[in-house]
Nanobody
Framework: QVQLVESGGGLVQAGGSLRLSCAAS????????LAWFRQPPGKEREFVAAINWSGLRQYANSVKGRFTISRDNAKNMVYLQMNSLKPEDTAVYYCATRNSRYTSGSSNNYDFWGQGTQVTVSS
């Protein structure tokens, strides 16, 4: 049973930083892509960042240069370091994985999801 559990969300002022963590279990995650998505209030879920099995990263234009995705295969963990946060980054952030080594920017292509963690950025 694949399970993803996010942590690290919270309330932060604009310009601040947060680091989200996602603990994965249920299989050997080093062989699979991992990603972060977010859902702002009243909006659709959107792609944030993804990392493939070899460490190649993909980012949404809105977070490029501010967010960094990383993975620790030994610990089955994926992280999202968020710097220079803006009020528009406020959302529930979800960790996801798929049955492929390669990343995708579409939520439809991910097979397993965490429960989400709230990030609120105040102005």
């Amino acid at each position: 049973q694949v399970q993803l559990v996010e942590s690290g969300g919270g309330l932060v002022q604009a310009g601040g930083s947060l680091r989200l963590s996602c603990a994965a279990s249920g299989r050997t995650f080093s062989d699979y892509a991992l990603a972060w998505f977010r859902q702002p209030p009243g909006k659709e879920r959107e792609f944030v960042a993804a990392i493939n099995w070899s460490g190649l990263r993909q980012y949404a234009n809105s977070v490029k240069g501010r967010f960094t995705i990383s993975r620790d295969n030994a610990k089955n963990m994926v992280y999202l370091q968020m710097n220079s946060l803006k009020p528009e980054d406020t959302a529930v952030y979800y960790c996801a994985t798929r049955n492929s080594r390669y990343t995708s920017g579409s939520s439809n292509n991910y097979d397993f999801w965490g429960q989400g963690t709230q990030v609120t950025v105040s102005s």
